[in-house]
Structures are given as C-alpha cells and as structure tokens.
C-alpha cells in the first residue's frame, strides 16, 4: 500500500463550483498533515495544515479522520487561479521528512 | 517575506560528472532539507540536515549524495557521478523548529538535466 494515497484525477471543474479531494496514508503513528498545492514546474507551496478539528481558511475547508486514515480537502466557489495540483502531505512522529502524495490535478474551466 | 532561495535554475550536466545544487535557506531557520522530483512523479524526500550533520536520510540518498553547510548561509547538495536517473527537478527546503507541525519552506528547484 503506498504511503500516501490521492487520486490523480484530472479534475476539470466549472469555475464557481465545489471540488473535493480525498486522500489516504497507511501510517497510524502520522502526525501532522497538510494540503501543499503545485503549479506547474514549479515549488510546492504550502495551501494549509489539517487538524484534527478541522479547519477552515476562506473557501478552503480540510478535514481529518484519524480513525479511517483519511484527509479530505473541500475548496467552494473556485477560481481559474485554483488550477494547479493539490499535494496531500504527512509528517510522522519523530520524523522529519515530509512524505508526499502523487497529487491530484485540478483544472477550473472558464 | 523570507524566501529559500536555489541556484542554478537549470544545471545540464554529463552522465559521470560531479554537480552541486546550492541552496539558501531562510535566514533563522535551523532545519534543512533536501527533496527531488522526477518528471510526472511524486516530491521524494532526500537527506534533512542540523547541527552540521544529517539527521535523516531516505534510500535513495546513497554514497554518491552528500549535503554541506560551508557557510552560515548555505546549505548544497553534491551529487559525485551522475546517472540518467538523477536527472529531476531538486527542491531545497528549511523549517524553523524540529516540530512535525511546523513548516517547511521550499526553494524554487533547480532541474537537473543528466545527459
């Protein structure tokens, strides 16, 4: 089972619309866990980190189940600026590297 | 804001010939990184680095990978024959603290082109 687990898509939405993005990692002892989004060729760029609470940043909305191993990413009203891929990313305990999923592109058609 | 910053961009190298990727770090950060990324692959971990020696290193990081911090202010990544198989675009990343929520930064890249 990989580490982190996307779906790759391509995701090919209408501009306003809700997109959501699923992903899954197969170590329970993660402890943090983020959203990074990537353009193309370029750095990943941090979006937001997930709590277990959930959290919210503008039309950004992560989850996380800690039960089931999953974190979802809900983006609401999109914009053309939201193409990009979406990296679901996590960090294990005493562990420093960040272990990257393979993404899961997203293109906002006008 | 603070940025990491990396040069070259673009570094085209022979298969066998040694290269270094430099990086900069964020200016207080105390932890650095290396990852790399493969044409339409995944961000693969590397080698991270503090207190002047790797904390970490993946399996990929083998003899040939070293890291070094010369200076106060950069941090590279030498690479001592090169395969095909390097050829990737190699981010360089910092964080301040070692907690697992905090951070990392990552530099533009530079692509390295293996011939």
């Known amino acids: 089972r990989k580490e982190v687990e996307q779906d790759p898509g391509p995701f090919n939405v209408p501009e306003g619309a809700t997109v959501a993005f699923n992903c899954t990692y197969s170590n329970s002892a993660s402890q943090s866990f983020f959203w990074y989004r990537q353009d193309c060729r370029k750095e990943p760029k941090l979006l937001m980190s997930v709590y277990s609470s959930g959290n919210e940043d503008g039309r950004f909305t992560a989850q996380l189940n800690r039960a089931s191993q999953y974190i979802s990413l809900l983006i609401r009203d999109s914009k053309l600026s939201d193409s990009a891929t979406y990296l679901c990313?996590?960090?294990?305990?005493?562990?420093?590297?960040?272990?990257f999923g393979t993404g899961t592109r997203l293109t906002i058609i006008p | 804001e603070p940025e990491v910053t990396q040069t070259p961009s673009h570094q085209v190298t022979q298969m066998g010939q040694e290269v270094i990727l430099r990086c900069v770090p964020i200016?207080?950060?105390?932890?650095f990184y290396w990852y790399r990324q493969i044409l339409g692959q995944k961000v693969e971990f590397l080698v991270s680095?503090?207190?002047?020696?790797?904390?970490?290193k993946s399996e990929i990081f083998d003899d040939q990978f070293s890291v070094e911090r010369p200076d106060g202010s950069n941090f590279t990544l030498k690479i001592r024959s090169t395969k095909l198989e390097d050829s990737a675009m190699y981010f360089c990343a910092s964080r301040l603290q070692a907690l697992s929520t905090d951070t990392q930064y990552f530099g533009p890249g530079t692509r390295l082109t293996v011939l």
């Open positions: 990313v996590v960090n294990g305990f005493g562990n420093e590297k960040l272990t």
């Open positions: 680095f503090y207190n002047n020696e790797i904390s970490e």
């Open positions: 200016s207080n950060h105390l932890y």
